[in-house]
């Protein structure tokens, strides 16, 4: 287990927990395994310890860890019980509690019977789900944890960017690593959208053979345990082949950014013979893809993304898309490439969007697409993702969809080359990296 003074932080979801601090609501951190849950937990009793809260007052439990292993909500209940110090506040930790049976009875009664402040992960959203909002319905908060940000990125692995003197006389940033190795901006980026964000990797380095078999042991946790184990503990019948399940993991990884129906995934898989495996006869079901791929999202392996009719001001039920929670979890699946980059880069900044607290959707505008709809409860803005805005060709791809839409919300295309123009009749065009930083 890492110590706390070993504990890298990370202060947007630290600061998050901290507001939520001593409020009635469960805290609830989701996300996919090893994207920091548990040492987000720990980050928390630190920071209760280094504001004058007594150990005493602290409980910790682990699912994972042998400790705990066959215990039941009641065991849970009874273990908690018998720590708790009359006349204070508690504050309980719970790390991966999906993997106890009934373990809301104990939540609900902890909340009923104790003055707490509770704190739990978990790395299926099943754990929110109907069954759990029934009994907890407006008394938890869920902080969705993802792996790290390219600013995370670059602080986790020790680099640091500063603005140094360019040739021509003005500022450009570079990074500078702990030895005072100086590197291009754009190497740092190459090397997230290598590696990834998990934040394990910054414990082994920056080396690919150590870097695949960390993401290795991430994806057999995540398709084992929380996939197949899961459905098993749930007495569900529906995800039982492990070779189907891993053939849509591929397809949905090799086709991040493209528009998918769950009808196109079994017949792609069909005729391209990506099911010969001497068992199955024709299409798996469209029920059964959308069971398997329901599973996936519920692991957070990947997120769904919904198409909006930016002049129909509706939703679309047809053609959403698929994004993989980390670009170094596709790399470790289909391998290392360059050929679909674009789609790479829109993926990254999928994730940012979220990170930064917005709700995200495809924008439709007549027949062409704009790539992301970012809104919160107070602004709104349109954003194309591009890797070069330097051929006049792509230039008009992009601004097009954007030039069209009648409104006065902020309008980006952002991209790794945004050329010498800074706009675009009001279409701000913005250096992905920067962009990235700028958080």
Not at 151 to 169: K, N, P
Request: glycine letters at 8%; one cysteine or more.
């Amino acid at each position: 287990m890492i110590d706390s003074h070993e504990l890298r932080r990370r202060d947007g979801y630290l600061n998050k927990l901290i507001g939520f601090q001593n409020t009635e609501p469960v805290k609830v951190i989701t996300g996919i395994r090893r994207c920091g849950k548990s040492s987000l937990l720990k980050l928390m009793v630190q920071h209760l310890k280094d504001t004058g809260i007594q150990l005493e007052q602290i409980i910790e439990m682990n699912f994972e860890s042998f400790d705990f292993r066959g215990m039941s909500a009641d065991d849970i209940y009874r273990y908690v019980k018998e720590r708790i110090v009359p006349g204070k506040r508690m504050y309980l930790f719970f790390d991966e509690l999906q993997r106890i049976k009934a373990w809301e009875d104990a939540i609900n009664a902890f909340r009923v019977d104790f003055d707490c402040d509770i704190y739990v992960t978990g790395s299926n959203a099943y754990l929110l789900s109907s069954e759990y909002s029934t009994y907890l319905s407006g008394r938890c908060v869920e902080i969705k944890m993802l792996p790290l940000s390219f600013r995370e990125f670059l602080d986790f692995h020790g680099f640091e960017v500063r603005e140094t003197q360019s040739a021509l006389g003005g500022r450009r940033k570079q990074v500078f690593d702990k030895n005072g190795e100086r590197y291009e901006l754009r190497e740092a980026f190459d090397a997230y959208m290598r590696f990834g964000g998990m934040p394990g990797i910054a414990d082994v380095g920056l080396e690919q053979e150590k870097a695949l078999s960390l993401l290795d042991g991430i994806y057999s946790t995540v398709v084992i345990r929380d996939i197949l184990e899961r459905e098993k503990r749930r007495g569900q019948k529906q995800i039982t082949n492990p070779t189907l399940l891993r053939k849509i993991i591929l397809f949905l990884a090799d086709n991040i950014g493209s528009s998918v129906s769950i009808a196109s995934i079994g017949n792609t898989l069909v005729n391209e013979g990506l099911l010969e495996d001497g068992k199955r006869k024709g299409a798996p079901s469209a029920h059964t893809v959308q069971a398997y791929v329901n599973a996936l999202l519920e692991s957070y392996f990947f997120y769904e993304i919904k198409r909006f009719d930016i002049k129909g001001k509706a939703y679309l039920r047809t053609l959403g898309k698929y994004y993989i929670v980390d670009i170094g979890l596709r790399n470790y699946l289909l391998g290392f490439r360059n050929r679909d980059s674009g789609h790479a880069i829109e993926n990254v900044v999928y994730f940012e969007l979220l990170r930064r607290g917005y709700d995200v959707a495809i924008g439709k505008i007549g027949n062409a697409e704009v790539d992301f709809i970012a809104t919160t409860a107070d602004e709104k803005m349109y954003i194309q993702v591009t890797e070069s805005m330097m051929s006049e060709d792509v230039r008009k791809r992009e601004l097009t969809p954007l030039q069209s839409i009648r409104d006065n919300y902020k309008k980006i295309v952002l991209s790794l080359e945004p050329g010498l123009d800074a706009s675009y009749d009001g279409i701000k065009s913005e250096n992905l990296i920067d962009w990235l930083l700028d958080e």
